[in-house]
Nanobody, 125 residues
Framework: QVQLVESGGGLVQAGGSLRVSCTTS????????MAWFRQAPGKEREFVGIISWSGTTTYYGDSVKGRFTISRDNAKNTVYLQMRSLKPEDTAVYYC??????????????????WGQGTQVTVSS
């Protein structure tokens, strides 16, 4: 049983920074990429970005490109989402997701087998 737990969400002022984390436990998959998605009230889930198992390849959604950075520490089974220059429109519940080994689902939410419960990020203006 694989579990993903996000942490680090909270309230931040516009222009500020915040880092959220996602730690996996249970059976894990070597070679699996991980991703971040977000969902604001009344909106569809949005792709934030994805990182390869090695951490050398990342890909971001247009709305966060240049402001957000994904990294991972496989020894700690943890993926990070560093968010900078935050805007009120970044307010959402942020979810991490784990894909199967060797896959690359990108922005396709159905391509991820496991999801965390989400952490709330609120950006005040």
């Amino acid at each position: 049983q694989v579990q993903l737990v996000e942490s680090g969400g909270g309230l931040v002022q516009a222009g500020g920074s915040l880092r959220v984390s996602c730690t996996t436990s249970g059976r894990t998959f070597s070679g699996s990429p991980m991703a971040w998605f977000r969902q604001a009230p009344g909106k569809e889930r949005e792709f934030v970005g994805i990182i390869s198992w090695s951490g050398t390849t990342t890909y971001y959604g247009d709305s966060v490109k240049g402001r957000f950075t994904i990294s991972r520490d496989n020894a700690k089974n943890t993926v990070y989402l560093q968010m900078r220059s935050l805007k009120p429109e970044d307010t959402a519940v942020y979810y991490c997701a784990l894909a199967g080994p060797g896959s690359w689902p990108g922005a396709l939410a159905s391509g991820y087998a496991y999801w965390g419960q989400g952490t709330q990020v609120t950006v005040s203006s």
